[in-house]
């Protein structure tokens, strides 16, 4: 549902600021995303949204913030990341979407009873991907390689694939998109 949303607000930043001139684009876009760090800054002494998010995932890997800051979190980095690429910023969109599956992990580990470490963080990392781009054995293997764990391999292909269905036919990137509505390549039912 986060991979929606961020995939929604991505498309109706691109909408709005498309019809501005260029400068006026990169401007707006980039007050917004300054602001945003700036918030960030004066909350948690660092700005965390800017930038690609090591210091974040850190972050929350290491500590065990309140739900309310965890959302708002995730909520300036979708913020910040739609901003950056509606404005006309380039670098890609697989480690924010990373960062942000990282924030929602976090944020589900608040309501799991016990001890996890970064278990959560990580299979949420792995959703947000198979969700945001639909190639839910990218989000795995990229799990895979990061983490040299076997443990997280399951969960993982677990939420990537049940992330990749909730999100429906909704992409952030058009090209990924199954072309004629098929599952797994599949002939639509009839």
Do not use: C
């Amino acid at each position: 549902l986060g991979a929606r949303l961020f995939v929604w607000f991505t498309k109706l930043m691109n909408h709005q600021l498309k019809r501005l001139p260029q400068i006026s684009r990169a401007a707006v876009a980039g007050l917004g995303v300054g602001s945003l760090g700036a918030v960030t800054f004066l909350l948690l002494g660092e700005p965390y949204v800017l930038g690609l998010g090591y210091k974040l995932i850190r972050h929350l890997l290491d500590g065990h913030e309140p739900i309310s800051l965890i959302l708002l979190l995730l909520g300036a980095k979708i913020a910040a990341t739609a901003f950056t690429t509606a404005g006309g910023g380039v670098g890609g969109l697989f480690f924010p979407m990373a960062v942000m599956g990282t924030i929602m992990g976090a944020g589900f580990e608040h309501f799991m009873p016990g001890q996890h470490g970064a278990v959560y963080p990580i299979i949420g990392l792995a959703a947000f991907i198979a969700a945001g781009y639909r190639t839910p054995l990218a989000a795995v293997a990229f799990v895979a390689e990061t983490t040299g764990n076997p443990w997280t391999l399951i969960p993982a292909m677990l939420a990537s694939v049940v992330s990749f269905l909730v999100m429906g036919r909704h992409s952030i990137s058009d090209e990924q998109r199954n072309m004629s509505g098929s599952f797994f390549g599949l002939p639509p039912p009839r």
